[in-house]
């Protein structure tokens, strides 16, 4: 199967930004739609944004028009540029991937996280 390792996390002030990178190896026949989900503490993992493999994006009303998601299909990495950084944006951001394993089942990836704190 496959595995994701997130990197990009850090700490930064209210207003700045940062990119996260999401990098996808391992043993697998295809991987189907990415996504960045995030977790503050005692509250759900909630979605942030999504793309699709043909570039189709979704994102939650709390980052529209702040951050951006794309991927990079030949080097197996997806990507979240985020701009405009609040305070509420402090998670831990989780990549996830829909991957069609060798054997030709579809299953859900999670990386381990990276933590991405803003201060005010």
């Known amino acids: 199967q496959v595995q994701l390792v997130e990197s990009g996390g850090g700490s930064v002030q209210a207003g700045g930004s940062l990119r996260l990178s999401c990098a996808a190896s391992?043993?697998?026949?295809?991987?189907?739609?990415m996504g960045w989900y995030r977790q503050a503490p005692g509250k759900q993992r909630e979605m942030v944004a999504t793309?699709?493999?043909?570039?189709?994006?979704n994102y939650a009303d709390s980052v529209k028009g702040r951050f951006t998601i794309s991927r990079d299909n030949a080097k197996n990495t997806v990507f979240l540029q985020m701009n405009s950084l609040k305070p509420e944006d402090t998670a831990v951001y989780y990549c996830?991937?829909?991957?069609?394993?060798?054997?030709?089942?579809?299953?859900?990836?999670w990386g381990r996280g990276t933590q991405v704190t803003v201060s005010s």
């Open positions: 391992g043993m697998y026949f295809s991987i189907d739609a």
């Open positions: 793309i699709t493999s043909g570039g189709s994006t």
């Open positions: 996830n991937a829909d991957t069609r394993t060798l054997s030709g089942r579809t299953v859900k990836v």
